[in-house]
């Protein structure tokens, strides 16, 4: 008989032990991970005051969308496809956002493509080039260097940019404003013949 009540006596510990860490695991409100195919939004919310892909594409686009109903888009057409290339964008704010100002090279070169306006020469294999610019960008950007790069890779264009930012805080609050910046070149006389800026707000706030 004492055998059968310890028995007993243990069946009944370890199901409550299973039902309180049942309870708890129901209860957990800690992180966990998701998919944006399974959370319809996800990608909408803003989770802190820095720059995400949402930010960067719309102010992309938003330049985009200028730059095709421009002047020079028209020049374009009437010079028979000339060749463009799209220049690394320059990082002035406090983020960490140099691998999605890359992709958003690709974004550009792609609206190109799909205009049908230019011929877009890319410049994602020239690295030692690449690092040449950026390293121009950080001690100053040369005006005289345009021409010189131009006739390297052979475009006649160039369409180059910015991100900068604004910074205000009052106690716990904040708020920052950021924005995209972009230029076509003329190659040959360094003439800016397109320019535009966009901008997004990012905040933390008091209810």
């Excluded at 049908?116 to 001690?139: H, L, P, T």
Aim: glycine share 6%; aromatic share 6%.
């Amino acid at each position: 008989m004492s055998l059968v009540r310890d028995r007993v006596v243990m069946s009944a510990c370890v199901l409550s032990l299973l039902t309180g860490y049942s309870g708890l695991v129901g209860c957990s409100s800690g992180p966990r991970a998701v998919r944006g195919t399974d959370e319809p939004g996800l990608d909408y919310e803003a989770m802190s005051t820095g720059l995400d892909k949402r930010d960067l594409q719309r102010m992309l686009n938003e330049n985009m969308q200028v730059m095709r109903n421009s002047a020079v888009v028209q020049r374009w057409m009437q010079e028979g496809r000339p060749p463009v290339a799209v220049l690394p964008l320059q990082n002035e704010t406090s983020e960490h956002i140099d691998s999605a100002l890359n992709a958003l090279i690709s974004d550009i070169e792609t609206q190109l493509i799909n205009w049908g306006a230019v011929r877009v020469i890319s410049m994602q294999n020239q690295q030692q080039m690449m690092e040449e610019i950026r390293r121009q960008y950080s001690d100053g950007f040369d005006q005289s260097k345009i021409a010189h790069w131009g006739k390297q890779i052979g475009s006649r264009y160039f369409i180059t940019g910015k991100v900068y930012t604004t910074d205000e805080r009052v106690e716990d609050q904040r708020r920052v404003q950021y924005y995209l910046f972009l230029q076509v070149l003329n190659v040959e006389t360094g003439e800016i013949l397109f320019q535009n800026k966009t901008n997004t707000t990012k905040a933390m706030i008091r209810d």
